[in-house]
């Protein structure tokens, strides 16, 4: 079974531009996350969706946006892009949205921003 | 609120030897405690899981862990070290069984397991 896919795998922008990064959940898993892991540090919650609506939102300015489809795959959208928005861009998918559901993440997407 | 501190953040062994990745956690409820591991350029792998059944959890790769509530511990242990564990590992939290919302989970800062011959 195909796990968690992500698009693209590497990105390259400047400084202003609007990027956006794609998510296919794994068969069956209705809640998406994404976290953003700057080098050298652990994920940090960016949102999550379960059954397209948010259910939570970390500590990002409002540039970063996400949505949910009907298939349950998602998007994470970040606006007017600054240098330490140069990180890797996880997606993890899980079945329920409750703390006991494991969270399968995806190989990321390694987003640079010169 | 939640926190996860991860002691060292490089940790090395010979191989073959003990592995102890040490982690506390802080949280306001009982938490659920989970071990990640990330291989270069690669995503996150779970090892293992804490979801308040046995305090002794086995993983994958011959790893386990020990919830300790009055220490507030959950170290990453593994009794013969090989060059293949190679990687950084995570600890990470999120609420347990009073948890009524969603799921997110918090890191710890990593920690590099560095295996020598």
């Known amino acids: 079974d195909a796990g968690v896919t992500q698009s693209p795998t590497h990105l390259i922008k400047t400084r202003g531009q609007q990027v956006t990064l794609r998510c296919s ?31 939570g939102r ?57 | 609120a939640q926190s996860v501190t991860q002691l060292g953040s490089h940790v090395s062994v010979s191989e073959g030897a003990l592995v102890l990745l040490r982690c506390n956690y802080s949280s306001s409820v009982p938490p659920y ?47 013969s070290a090989h060059m293949s564990d190679a990687a950084e590992y995570f600890c990470a939290v999120t609420r347990g069984p009073a948890n009524s919302g969603y799921s997110t989970l918090t890191f710890g800062k990593g920690t590099m397991l560095l295996v020598s011959p």
Request: some cysteine; glycine content about 8%.
């Open chain 2, 33 to 79: 405690l989970f071990w990640y591991v990330q291989y270069p350029n690669q995503g996150l792998q779970l090892l293992l899981k804490y979801t308040s059944a046995a305090t002794l959890v086995k993983g994958i790769n011959g790893f386990e862990a020990e919830f300790k509530k009055s220490e507030t511990s959950f170290h990453l242990t593994k009794p």
């Open chain 1, 25 to 55: 959940p794994i068969s069956g898993h209705k809640s998406v996350s994404w976290y953003q892991q700057v080098l050298g540090q652990g994920p940090q919650f960016i949102f999550q969706y379960y059954e397209k609506e948010e259910r």
């Open chain 1, 58 to 114: 970390g500590n990002f300015p409002d540039r970063f946006s996400a949505r949910q489809f009907p298939n349950y795959s998602s998007e994470l959208n970040v606006n007017a892009l600054l240098l330490g928005d140069s990180a890797l861009y996880l997606c993890a998918s899980s079945f329920r949205e409750q703390g006991y559901n494991e969270q399968f993440f995806g190989p990321g997407t390694r987003l640079t921003v010169l």
